[in-house]
């Protein structure tokens, strides 16, 4: 899939290249398993911020959501360092 969206000829990765790949790598597959109804119960997991979705981990509905929020800033706080005052800034809001 990643050579098919990025061009090993071209230098440059666009944004559109980028917005591509992960739309491929998020939604088409549990498409595919929809229209197959084959859904299992994962769950997309993101984070809604500044008017956009930042995606961050797939989980399952066995993992229970300590594990799945532990991991979550274990690992995602490294691309976004603000992710708990996000969070935090959501958890208020509701």
Same mark, same amino acid.
Not at 4 to 23: G, N
């Given at each position: 899939?990643? @050579? $098919?969206? =990025?061009?090993?000829?071209?230098?440059?990765?666009? !944004?559109?290249?980028? *917005?591509?790949?992960?739309? %491929?790598?998020? /939604? $088409?597959?549990?498409? !595919?398993?929809? $229209?197959? !109804? !084959?859904?299992?119960? *994962?769950?997309?997991? =993101?984070?809604?911020?500044?008017? %956009?979705?930042?995606?961050? +981990?797939?989980?399952? /509905? *066995?993992?229970?959501? @300590?594990?799945? =929020?532990? %991991?979550?800033? @274990?690992? +995602?706080? %490294? +691309?976004?360092?603000?992710?708990?005052?996000?969070?935090?800034?959501?958890?208020?809001?509701?």
């Amino acid at each position: 899939m990643v @050579q $098919e969206i =990025f061009d090993p000829s071209q230098p440059v990765i666009t !944004k559109e290249m980028i *917005e591509k790949l992960a739309y %491929r790598i998020s /939604h $088409e597959p549990i498409q !595919k398993r929809a $229209e197959e !109804k !084959k859904i299992t119960g *994962e769950w997309i997991i =993101f984070a809604k911020h500044c008017s %956009r979705n930042y995606y961050l +981990c797939l989980g399952t /509905h *066995e993992s229970g959501d @300590q594990y799945i =929020f532990d %991991r979550i800033m @274990q690992y +995602c706080t %490294r +691309c976004f360092p603000d992710l708990p005052a996000w969070i935090a800034a959501a958890s208020m809001k509701s």
